[in-house]
Nanobody
Framework: QVQFVESGGGLVQPGGSLRLSCAASGFAFSAYRMSWYRQILGAEREFVASISPIGGTTNYADSVKGRFTISRDNGKNTVFLQMNSLKPEDTAVYYC????????WGQGTQVIVSS
């Protein structure tokens, strides 16, 4: 079945960087647009970034534009999120899935930005 395993989260100081990974399985990864989402405690899950099947087109939420970069490795069925200049408001659980598909969410990876 379709599965997503997110990793790479952790505790980082404001201004720091993290690189998240999401290993996908159960579908033809290279044929689908992929997205990252995040959920802040007590809030709705929100869109962060997406990338086209071969990586030529990316989109970002205004709140992360210029700081985050989404990429993918179709040979490894993995999508990445490079997060730079992190802010306390980036603290959230980060998830990935196929864009516009009602996939079951993975466990996510926790990012905490705090001094």
């Amino acid at each position: 079945q379709v599965q997503f395993v997110e990793s790479g989260g952790g505790l980082v100081q404001p201004g720091g960087s993290l690189r998240l990974s999401c290993a996908a399985s159960g579908f033809a990864f290279s044929a689908y647009r992929m997205s990252w989402y995040r959920q802040i405690l007590g809030a709705e899950r929100e869109f962060v970034a997406s990338i086209s099947p071969i990586g030529g087109t990316t989109n970002y939420a205004d709140s992360v534009k210029g700081r985050f970069t989404i990429s993918r490795d179709n040979g490894k069925n993995t999508v990445f999120l490079q997060m730079n200049s992190l802010k306390p408001e980036d603290t959230a659980v980060y998830y990935c899935k196929r864009t516009n598909f009602n996939d079951v969410w993975g466990q996510g990876t926790q990012v905490i930005v705090s001094s």
